[in-house]
C-alpha cells in the first residue's frame, strides 16, 4: 500500500512539472489526464459506464472507485435534484499538495475532477462544479455539481 504522504508528494512534484513546462496548458493537461484514467479504469474493470446511466449516478461509481482506491478515504453525494449534487470529500490524499500549488499560483491535478469530467463527456454531458468550500487541515473539500447539457 502505498502511503498517502507519499503520493502526496509524488502529486505535488508532478504538478510543478507541469506547470513549468505547460503553464496556461496545465489545466488541460490535467483534464486530458482524466480521460486517459477513465480509459485505464475502464480496461481494468475498476468501473463501469453504459449509455444508459444517468449522470449523477455516474459521478457515484467514480466516487466509489476512488474511495476504493483510497485517493480519499470517503465521499458523500448528495442528490439535490437529478441535475445537482453538492459532494463532500474527507480525507483527500492529495490536500496539502493541492492547496501548496493553489497558493503558488499553479495548477492541481484534480484527478476526481477530471475523472468526472471525462466521464461524463462519454454519455454527451456538461456539468459546472463550484467549489464551495475546503478545510485543509481536516482534508476536507465541498463542490456542488449541476448537469448543464445532456445531449
Not at 465541498?142 to 448537469?147: H, V
Request: aromatic fraction near 10%; proline fraction near 2%.
Amino acid at each position: 500500500m502505498i502511503k498517502p504522504g507519499f503520493f502526496d508528494t509524488i502529486n505535488y512534484s508532478i504538478c510543478c512539472a507541469v506547470n513549468k513546462h505547460l503553464g496556461k496548458k496545465a489545466k488541460a493537461f490535467f483534464r486530458e489526464v482524466g480521460e486517459y484514467h477513465l480509459d485505464e479504469a475502464i480496461k481494468h474493470g475498476f468501473i463501469t459506464i453504459e449509455s444508459s446511466d444517468k449522470p449523477l449516478d455516474v459521478l457515484i461509481k467514480i466516487a466509489r472507485y476512488l474511495e476504493s482506491a483510497g485517493y480519499m478515504k470517503t465521499i458523500s453525494i448528495n442528490k439535490l435534484s437529478e441535475k445537482e449534487a453538492s459532494i463532500q470529500m474527507q480525507g483527500v490524499s492529495v490536500t496539502q499538495s493541492s492547496a501548496r500549488l493553489l497558493k503558488e499560483n499553479k495548477e492541481p491535478s484534480h484527478y476526481m475532477t477530471n475523472i468526472m469530467f471525462a466521464a461524463l463527456s462519454r454519455l454527451g454531458v456538461k456539468a459546472d462544479l463550484q467549489d464551495l468550500n475546503y478545510d485543509v487541515t481536516n482534508a476536507c473539500f465541498n463542490e456542488y455539481w449541476r448537469i448543464i447539457d445532456e445531449n
